[in-house]
């Protein structure tokens, strides 16, 4: 009975242990797909991106020379890039202000008990389902200057006077460009705010709602702290979305009228792809690199916080 218990007891031990370290394993297995997508198709051309800022690299030569800093005091001192660099930071703020709050009115909408309801969420996520290249075409259409549907409904409705050139003009070429990214973006925001909202218990809004608290307060003190992980997630991929958005500049104005809509990925696409300087067209391309780390680390850190808590 003695050997029987002394066979048994390290066999007990060992089972813990072994049962463990096949979870990690599991766990690790699981992971390991999508670190090796990340390695691939962010990892590498990151690397690559800051080896040609480095070097003096040009479309068709095969020596790229080490520069070092230079690219970069190159680019910061031309005033074109300057220009490009506000207009991305106005570009992304504002883009991100009017999809925040249409996306929130959207999200509160979807949420109300009215009729259709699953076809009325599946025509407003089109907009963002489209082809960047389709709907950016569309919207070129109707911002056209001699046959603008904008301008036709509007005149027609003694809504404006005149016949404003949208994509021509300074002011309105970045109105028309944010309104498109705004159009395209704020789809994304409603469905992240849906679902945050829907994993709220309606017990406690209805506690709240019996206690007095209007909507915005129960929106406030109830609703945004029990989804704020959801909302700073889906700032974090809008913010990313934004500051990447190449598309719609270059599909309706490239970067013009002089200057007005440039921003640092259409300017980084003139330099080091259409010009051939791909050692300065990267290091354009990593100025978004010091904009967007400080947003994904105080966002990080704040959700580190949280969970800690």
Do not use: C
């Not at 048994?8 to 766990?27: D, I, K, S």
């Not at 109707?142 to 301008?151: G, K, T, V, W, Y």
């Not at 944010?178 to 849906?194: D, K």
């Not at 921003?263 to 978004?288: D, F, M, N, Q, V």
């Amino acid at each position: 009975m003695a050997h029987a218990e002394m066979v048994t007891g390290p066999l007990v031990h060992a089972r813990p242990g072994a049962f463990t370290r096949r979870r990690l394993w599991f766990g690790y297995g699981m992971l390991a797909p999508a670190i090796l997508y990340m390695t691939v198709l962010v990892g590498v051309p990151f690397l690559w991106s800051l080896y040609l800022s480095l070097s003096d690299a040009t479309v068709g030569n095969s020596v790229a020379p080490f520069v070092g800093l230079q690219n970069f005091a190159a680019v910061l001192s031309d005033s074109t890039v300057r220009q490009a660099l506000r207009n991305t930071i106005v570009f992304t703020v504002i883009a991100g202000i009017f999809k925040a709050v249409l996306g929130g009115l959207l999200a509160f909408l979807l949420m109300q008990d009215i009729g259709a309801k699953k076809i009325l969420r599946s025509l407003l996520v089109i907009p963002w389902t489209l082809p960047v290249a389709i709907s950016a075409l569309a919207w070129k259409w109707m911002f056209d200057p001699q046959f603008s549907a904008i301008n036709y409904v509007a005149t027609r409705l003694h809504l404006m006077s005149g016949w404003p050139n949208w994509l021509g003009e300074p002011g309105l070429a970045m109105a028309s460009v944010i309104t498109v990214n705004v159009w395209r973006g704020f789809p994304f925001a409603a469905i992240v705010l849906l679902a945050g909202m829907s994993a709220v218990p309606l017990e406690i809004l209805d506690s709240a709602k019996v206690d007095g608290a209007g909507f915005f307060l129960r929106f406030h003190y109830i609703v945004v702290p029990m989804i704020a992980p959801i909302l700073f997630v889906g700032l974090l991929f809008d913010t990313v979305f934004t500051l990447t958005d190449i598309s719609i500049v270059f599909l309706l104005t490239q970067g013009g009228p002089m200057n007005t809509t440039e921003i640092l990925p259409t300017r980084a696409l003139e330099i080091g792809i259409e010009a051939g300087a791909l050692g300065r067209g990267a290091a354009i391309a990593l100025l978004l690199f010091p904009i967007l780390l400080p947003v994904v680390y105080f966002l990080l850190r704040f959700l580190g916080r949280r969970e800690a808590a």
